[in-house]
């Protein structure tokens, strides 16, 4: 369970007050955050979540409203941030901003099967689709410059095979960057996991966790998206939740020749930059009792992907 910010029973009766949804009924912590703090909430009207955003610069926070409005007002089932009595969407709680959102239904899938990744390729097409034709910009700080610094400075502390093979991926990052730019780009969710999913039986009910959403290439959402979806316990990427995945992304976004051409290298680098961001979050959290993703995952997936990958499809 991850609470970065514990609150008092007071203190968040007060803050809930403000939207006019009734009495307090019940506030339970989510098991699954690992940057922000999180509660279920039921207040009279409904059921919500409440976010304590822990990471990141308050003035970035107008970009994820405008976002998850424009992507909710697109029929797309998302969070968005409810207004006060006063009209204010973004509030503070324990000094830190905070949001309401609704509740959507479903469960995060502890399996994920060919079924349930066709349905995250087209809601990731839809996504993209929602927002090319004029992205809102905001630059990832967790990019290809931020991968290299960060990446060079904890390579010293690993064993010398992930040492090796960090900083092999780390000097095809650097090469990369003559690509990002010249692919298809638009906003992205950049952290679209199991947990960040929400299923009733094989039907996608929402995507939650928009807090890493950035603009950028669409090529990048979609390896990041089949590196956690499609992978084995051993890392490799399973042939049928693969295929199911990008067939259904294509059939909505097509493909083009130059995404094609650097799609294996797309996958490494969306494995080491969260190969990092674990290593960082290991070495932050240590001790602490909050949820630790296992960052020796992604050097498994990073390995696995020096082979051969499914390729994009160029027509279906």
Not at 164 to 185: C, G, Y
Not at 196 to 218: K, M, Q, R, W
Not at 293 to 302: A, G, S, W
Request: proline content about 7%; some cysteine.
């Amino acid at each position: 369970m991850s609470v970065f910010t514990p609150l008092e029973h007071t203190e968040l009766e007060d803050f809930l007050s403000a939207y006019g949804l009734g009495r307090l009924k019940n506030v339970q912590a989510t098991p699954d955050g690992t940057e922000n703090t999180n509660f279920f909430v039921s207040l009279e009207a409904g059921e919500y979540v409440l976010t304590l955003i822990e990471r990141g610069r308050p003035e970035e926070l107008p970009f994820f409203i405008e976002l998850l409005e424009r992507l909710h007002q697109a029929g797309l089932p998302v969070p968005y941030a409810l207004a006060d009595q006063q009209g204010q969407r973004i509030r503070s709680l324990a000094d830190k901003p905070a949001l309401l959102q609704p509740r959507l239904p479903g469960r995060h899938p502890h399996q994920a099967g060919p079924q349930h990744c066709a349905e995250l390729g087209q809601y990731l097409a839809r996504l993209h689709q929602c927002t090319a034709a004029q992205p809102i910009e905001h630059p990832t700080d967790r990019g290809l410059v931020w991968m290299q610094h960060e990446g060079l400075l904890l390579a010293l502390a690993l064993p010398e095979a992930q040492q090796a093979l960090l900083k092999h991926t780390l000097e095809e990052v650097r090469q990369f960057q003559a690509h990002w730019d010249r692919l298809p780009q638009a906003n992205l969710h950049a952290d679209l996991f199991r947990d960040n999913a929400l299923f009733e039986g094989a039907h996608l009910t929402g995507v939650i966790d928009f807090y890493s959403a950035c603009s950028g290439p669409t090529l990048y959402d979609l390896a990041i998206c089949v590196n956690d979806w499609c992978s084995d316990e051993q890392g490799q990427l399973d042939t049928a939740r693969t295929h199911a995945l990008l067939n259904a992304y294509a059939s909505i976004r097509p493909f083009n020749v130059h995404e094609v051409q650097v799609w294996p290298s797309m996958l490494r680098i969306a494995c080491v930059r969260f190969w990092i961001s674990r290593l960082l979050a290991a070495k932050q959290h240590a001790g602490r009792a909050v949820l630790i993703k296992d960052p020796l995952e992604f050097y498994q997936r990073l390995n696995a992907r020096q082979q051969t990958v499914p390729s994009l499809p160029l027509d279906l």
